[in-house]
């Protein structure tokens, strides 16, 4: 799991192996890209060299005053060669850029798609964080797998030209051995030393071009991190929308233009650019350079040689053909493949991410189905700290939760409440202690099946922008009118009404122009529609209502007992008063179970915690009476 | 309608008009990249000459039977010409590339900015979010963002140009007849592939469309904050599922377009087989005649070719600058927008008397879009908030309290009517002066990614004023929970800029933006919503520091827990964009209106007499 920077020097050996890595798993996404798009370039690179060939062939014709008719047959059926080569070679290589464009896409969101199913615990873990990081880094110069396909593709091609040119240009081996000229094997020796100089020159611009391009991606210094975050940052929408009242209101618009385009335009930043260029305009120069060496060197020895009277016109053109493109292939190859080396190294980390192996134990027990739906768990002296936390959020906690119990937890926040449910539906797992199912550790059943048994609302649930019907039904396929009911049930029943296509809509208008935007209101009740229509045994709401006006939050409680039926419900909220639908009510306090009991029970004990909360907010609705003394008891007399 | 003028405005701009765009703003930004390129049009068109001759040279040299040392000479001095200019062609070519390309951050930054000096609602509103959307579309994208398409298509365009001229002069020579029929021969290849070209940016429509879907699966993938539903709910399949469709709509649309790009190079496959016969039979029989030389023939042959090419290469520049400038005139029209007023008139903040008196008079509106929801409409609203008065507006969901919180900051503008403070119209104000009269915490908000003191002062680090700073922190009861995380004013907020970033948590964030109010400190104070994600003691310790909060300014409070009316001096019910019901929190219980009913379904559970289900039905004597 090499996910160091970009520019520390590797062994070649490593280099090889990161290419066959990112190679092996380009042959697991499509096991024939390789094999036929050589096909199609072994074909294609054919073509100028049966140019070539003809073209000698003519010009000999012209000296040798051969008959024009056969001249044409040759060059009739030769054109008609070349064409048919174009054509095979075309039609492979286009099927092949559809089959590229779906790997390019599969590939671009495999760092997502791991997402689904990467530990809960891992998911926001530094070393996830980083290697995202690393792989939004490694990719911003990139072109990330097309990247390595198109210098892979470039070698291939580059190869097969050697070949090519080898073959085409072997006479000119032949009479090159048979020459006595002093002249020509010093032109051959200029031009061969011009070559290699060249092939130095441009590994070192193109070394020091990426030194001061991925400069900004591997320096660790504040100052070059502040640029790659001023253009996310001036790129990211969200923050615009959801900060344009408070920037304008609070003046910040100095603020932001101090974040970005000065950032963006400042000096210290664009400099490593500006070396990169030149850098990049060195290689350039020296590569075009070489090429044209070779090229205008190839005809220079070649007529050398043909003016001692070894070579025919026509050979000129083919030899000196062959040879010039013989020294760029052979430049082309020594230069492309540090670049595919280059390629397959920024796949690293993304490659990294992609076999990251979950910790978490996965248990094989089946979770029984039972129609009763009598599920029992308890916690036993669970311990959770969250990782890198300084502080555990749960302590030594116990509790149990038996079938169709209603439980409310109340606390303040940071107290734990949120951090149980996470345990509760196995999230993470607990340091210390364990939690068992009907009297078995939940680690030992498979996953998928036990999340089966929850339906839960986080306090920061998320929809998505697809069809509200998906959005409940978390499923391309769906029931309508449990959808629809479910929906009713959460009080989303008029809006629903007034929506044109219905469950259909888009949430939104991210997928869809004709989405609709919602409230935070209408999000909580759609979010508790698709818990109802999971139907598990246990229903767990986080702080459902804090978006809903006070009659919306009473409809929502007055159908608690309807939502929740017979089901096991856990009810978390900072307003107390919905602690009333429970019979029993939980008080955590800084990761403790401090108090466990009816309303009454509770708010009897004066020095509880649970008195405390309940006055903080009974307070203020309570009547004055006559005297303007406060009537201060919550407890039911 | 409006909407729909900006919609062609768009399309407006010629490709010509729209590469004056890039060279003005390269001339400002990055002179070098306008050198560069016009180096790279010189030397490429130039270019191309050099290689056909050097075959001919060669050849006529051989045929000649030159003296070895003048043939040495003669080739090596042209080879090494050629061989400078290759080289400087691709060397400007390459090194522009950097240069161009880092201002594509710029100009986000420029479009960036440019979307905070809109009026707010112009911001907010669909259609320039749309355009927005596309702005970043057409400067994202590296190589094949609007922005590096323009500026390359622009000079390939005239170095082909220049070369098809050049190659058209040195073909005259060979026979005027034949260059006619290589004119034709462009031009049906020109008529080609320009259908082509339309069938392309056909396409173009539905292609943006499947990649903002798999952009849309991928995102939602890929969100961190979704982890736990997904879980949960066993959303896998789900995404997976939507996934792979929006890949197969791609894959559909790429296979189309394969299918078209192969047929077109067929056919010019074809019709370059067709052309060279006709070149190689042409020139045959000119050498049998006398007139070509072997040297001549490779020239000919190879300006016969290239000359092709370079039809083609035009064309191709051509559909790239097209295509790329559909982009650009997104950029512009973005960049275009008309802008708020924030400098100019005549009204100073500093001189009316504090705290003010905001009167709202006959105001009207309504939102554009009809389509965003239930959305209230404001018609003929009267209301003074008067000078230190502490209002509260309470409503149920979807009442316009936002959208009355937003006239009045001027977030939106009145349809009719008008806003005065102290019997000054508001727009005598220029923005600037109007927004500093207002402290407020808005429901939704983030917190930016930058240092806690520019966070709180909306201002640059070194103008920050650390000590009121504290002072804020410490009234919003914040302070003592960073001192003991050791946070000080040059720590960074968030994890977006900073590994060992400061992340709050919700009650944390709104108490945070609370201190960023009283840090302002301005005459206006509105809280909408700000407590929302409190604890019932957190809760309460706001309630009870407001009226601190507030002394001696005019206040606004929304919220929907009703307790929080009780001190403040005016309760106003909004309902269906009106003012239903007006007075002290005494005198609408009184009234037994909808208040009362809502604070009677509250406060039921709180109540001492609590009986169960019976409570809540019960009213108000």
Redesign the interface.
């Known amino acids: 799991m090499t996910t160091d920077d970009l520019l520390t020097k590797l062994p070649i050996r490593e280099h090889g192996r990161n290419i066959l890595k990112i190679i092996k798993y380009v042959r697991g996404l499509n096991r024939w890209y390789f094999p036929v798009v050589a096909v199609s370039l072994l074909l294609k690179t054919a073509v100028p060299y049966a140019e070539l060939m003809l ?1 000698a062939y ?2 000999d014709g ?2 040798a005053h051969r008959e ?1 008719g056969e ?2 047959a040759v ?2 059926g030769t ?2 060669a ?2 048919l080569l ?2 095979l070679s ?2 492979i290589w ?2 092949m ?2 089959h590229r ?2 790997m390019y ?2 590939y ?2 495999e ?3 791991k ?3 990467m530990d ?1 615990s891992r ?2 873990s ?1 070393k996830v ?1 980083e290697l995202k990081d690393r792989i939004r880094k490694d990719n911003n ?1 990139g ?1 990330g797998i097309n990247g390595v396909l198109w210098s892979c593709n470039g070698v291939m091609e580059k190869g097969f030209q050697l070949i090519g040119a080898a073959v085409v240009g072997f006479p000119a081996a032949v009479i090159l051995l048979r020459t006595k000229t002093a ?1 020509v094997w010093i032109l051959l020796a200029a031009l061969t030393a011009v070559q290699v100089v060249s092939v130095f020159l441009r590994m070192h611009f193109g070394r020091q071009r990426d030194r001061w ?1 991925y400069h900004v991606a591997e320096s660790t210094g504040e100052k070059e ?2 640029y790659s ?7 990211q ?25 000065e950032v ?2 400042h000096k210290g930043f ?1 400099r490593p ?2 070396k ?3 850098n ?10 070489a ?3 070779a ?3 190839a ?2 020895i ?3 040689i ?3 009277g070894m ?1 025919t ?1 026509g050979n ?2 083919r030899l ?2 062959a040879f010039g493109r013989f020294l760029e292939a052979a430049a082309g190859v020594v230069h492309d493949v540090p670049v595919l080396a280059m390629a397959a190294r920024q796949q690293l980390s993304t490659l990294a991410l992609i076999h990251m192996e979950n910790e978490m134990y996965q248990g094989s027990l089946p979770v029984e189905k039972r129609s009763d739906g009598v599920y029992r768990i308890a916690f036993r002296n669970v311990t959770f700290r969250y990782p890198g936390a300084e502080k555990d959020a749960l302590k030594n906690f116990s509790m149990e939760l038996s079938v169709g119990e209603k439980l409310a937890i109340v ?4 107290s734990g409440k949120t951090t149980m449910i ?1 345990l509760l ?1 196995r ?1 993470y797992d607990p340091q210390e202690g364990e939690i068992l199912l009907n009297g078995v550790d939940i680690r030992k059943f498979k996953q ?1 099946e036990y ?2 048994l ?3 609302v ?5 929809l ?3 069809p509200l019907a ?1 959005n409940i039904a ?3 396929d769906y029931d309508r009118e449990l959808a629809g009911k479910c929906l009713e049930d959460a009080g989303f029943g008029v ?1 629903l009404a ?1 929506m044109e296509k219905g469950l259909e809509t888009c949430l939104y ?3 869809d ?2 989405g ?7 999000a909580q009740k759609i979010a508790i529609a ?1 818990a109802v229509y ?1 139907d598990a045994p246990f229903i767990v709401l986080d702080e459902p209502t ?9 409809g929502i409680y ?1 159908n608690f007992d309807k939502i929740v039926g017979r089901k096991t419900a856990v009810y978390i909220s ?5 602690c ?1 639908f429970c019979e029993k009510i939980a008080v955590f306090h800084e990761g403790e179970l401090v108090q466990l009991g009816s309303h009454e029970e509770l708010a009897a004990d004066k020095n509880g915690k649970y008195y ?3 006055r ?8 004055e009476d006559g005297q303007g003394r406060k ?1 201060a ?2 407890v ?2 | 309608m409006e909407t729909q003028d900006k919609e062609q405005e768009w399309k407006h701009n010629s490709v010509i008009s729209d590469i004056w765009f890039y060279i003005r703003f390269y001339k400002k ?1 990055e002179p070098f990249v306008l050198v560069f390129g016009g180096m790279e049009i010189i030397f490429g068109a130039v270019l191309p000459l050099f ?1 056909i001759y ?2 001919k040279i ?2 006529d ?3 000649r ?2 003296a ?1 040392g003048k ?2 000479l003669t ?2 001095g ?3 010409f ?18 161009y390309n ?1 201002q594509r ?2 100009l ?6 440019k ?3 809109l009026r ?1 609602a112009d ?2 509103s ?1 259609e320039n ?2 355009l ?2 596309k702005v ?1 579309d057409a400067v ?1 994208g ?1 190589d094949w963002s609007s922005v590096s398409l323009m500026v390359q298509g622009t000079v390939d365009l005239c170095v082909n140009v220049l070369c098809f001229l050049l190659y058209s002069s040195v073909l005259v020579f060979l026979s005027v007849p034949m260059l006619a029929i290589l004119l034709a021969l462009a031009l049906f290849h020109y008529k080609m592939n320009m259908s082509h070209i339309r069938y392309e940016e056909s396409l173009r429509g539905q292609r943006a469309l499947a990649r ?3 952009q ?28 792979d ?1 929006t ?1 197969g709509e ?2 559909k649309l ?2 189309q377009s ?2 078209k ?2 047929f077109y ?2 056919a010019g ?2 019709l ?2 067709a052309r ?2 006709g070149a ?2 042409y020139l ?2 000119q ?2 005649a006398g007139g070509v030389s ?1 040297g001549e ?2 020239l000919y ?1 190879g300006a016969i070719t290239g000359f092709s090419a370079f039809v083609n290469n035009t064309m191709s520049a051509l559909a790239t600058l097209r295509g790329a400038a559909n982009g650009t005139d997104h950029i512009r029209a973005y960049l275009d927008l008309p802008e708020e007023n924030r400098k100019e008139g005549s009204g100073r903040i500093d001189q009316i008397s504090f705290p003010p008196e905001i009167t709202f008079c006959h105001v009207g509106f309504s939102y554009q879009n009809a ?4 959305k209230p409409v404001f018609r003929d609203l009267n209301l003074t908030i008067r000078a230190g008065e502490r209002l509260a507006i309470v ?4 009442a316009g309290k936002t959208t009355l919180v ?1 006239l009045l ?1 001027g ?1 939106i503008e009145p349809d009719e009517g008008r806003i005065l403070i102290n019997g000054i119209d508001r727009n005598e104000f220029p ?2 002066e109007w ?2 009269l ?3 915490v ?5 917190i ?3 240092t806690v003191g ?1 966070n709180l002062a ?3 680090a070194e103008r920050v004023d650390e000590a009121r700073a504290w002072k804020a922190l410490e009234q919003a009861g914040l302070k003592q929970t960073f001192q003991k995380r050791g946070i000080h004013m040059r720590s960074y907020m968030t ?3 900073a ?1 060992d970033g400061i992340e709050l ?4 964030k709104q108490r945070f933006l609370l201190a ?1 109010a009283l840090y ?1 400190n301005a005459p206006v104070m509105v809280l909408d919503e700000p407590t ?9 310790r706001v ?1 009870d520091q407001y009226n601190q909060y507030t002394r001696g300014k005019t206040a606004v409070f929304i919220s ?5 009316t ?1 001190f403040s001096d005016r309760i106003i019910l909004l309902a269906d964009g009106k003012i239903a019901e007006t007075g002290t929190h005494e005198e609408l219980m009184r009234a037994g209106g909808d208040y009362a009913r ?2 009677e ?3 039921s ?7 169960g289900e019976e409570a ?1 039905g019960e009213t108000e004597d």
Not at chain 1, 574 to 578: F, I, N
Not at chain 2, 505 to 508: E, K, L, P, T
Request: a neutral charge; aromatic letters at 14%; hydrophobic letters at 40%.
């Open positions: 073209t003519i010009l012209i000296g024009i001249m044409l060059i009739t054109t008609l070349v064409m174009q054509f075309g039609a286009h099927r850029e559809v464009e779906q896409y599969l671009e969101c760092t997502q798609t997402m689904l199913d809960f998911i926001d530094p964080k110069w072109a002249a391009r991190e502040t975050f001023a253009w996310d940052f001036a790129a929408e969200s923050y615009h929308y959801k900060n344009g009242k408070d920037i304008r209101i609070y003046g910040g618009y100095d603020l932001m233009a101090r974040w970005t385009t963006l335009r664009r650019m500006i990169a260029s030149q990049d305009a060195g290689e350039a120069f020296f590569g075009a350079a090429g044209a060496a090229n205008g060197g005809y220079l070649i007529v050398m043909a003016l001692a070579v016109v000129v053109v000196a053909g606390g303040m926040n940071g996470k539906c999230l998928e999340s089966r929850f339906s839960v986080f306090q920061d649930f998320k998505y922008p697809f998906q978390v499923s391309q809006r007034s208008k991210d997928y122009d004709e609709v935007e919602i409230s935070g209101g209408e698709r999971k804090a978006a809903l006006d006070p009659l919306a939050e009473y007055s900072h307003r107390l008063s919905s009333r405390e909360l309940w903080a907010q009974a307070q203020y609705y309570e009547e009537q008891s919550p039911t007399s | 930004h290689m050097l075959p060669a050849i040299l051989v045929e039977g030159e070895p043939a040495f080739l090596g042209f080879g090494l050629t061989m400078l200019i290759c080289g400087a062609k691709k060397g400007v070519e390459a090194g522009k590339y950097n240069l880092t951050t710029n986000i930054g420029m479009v960036f900015l979307s905070l000096r707010y911001q907010e669909g979010k749309k927005h959307w970043y994202w590296g903002k879907h798999f849309c699966v991928e995102n939602a993938m890929g969100d961190v904050n979704g982890a736990k539903d997904i879980r949960i709910y066993g959303m896998k399949e789900w995404m997976t599922g939507l996934r469709q890949i791609l894959r790429s296979e394969k299918k790009d192969a190079e067929r496959d074809a370059a087989a060279n016969l190689y039979a045959l029989y050498t049998q072997a023939f490779v042959f389509e965003e929801g239930d409503g149920v969901n979807g937003k900051c977030m923005r600037e927004y500093r207002f402290s407020i808005f429901q939704e908000t983030l930016l990614p930058f520019e909306m201002d640059r994890k977006t800029m590994g948590s919700g009650g944390q960023r302002k929302a994600a409190l604890d019932p003691i957190a809760e309460s309630y929907h827990r009703l307790a929080s009780k809502m604070f379904v509250q406060s559970y709180y109540r001492k007499h609590f009986d809540v």
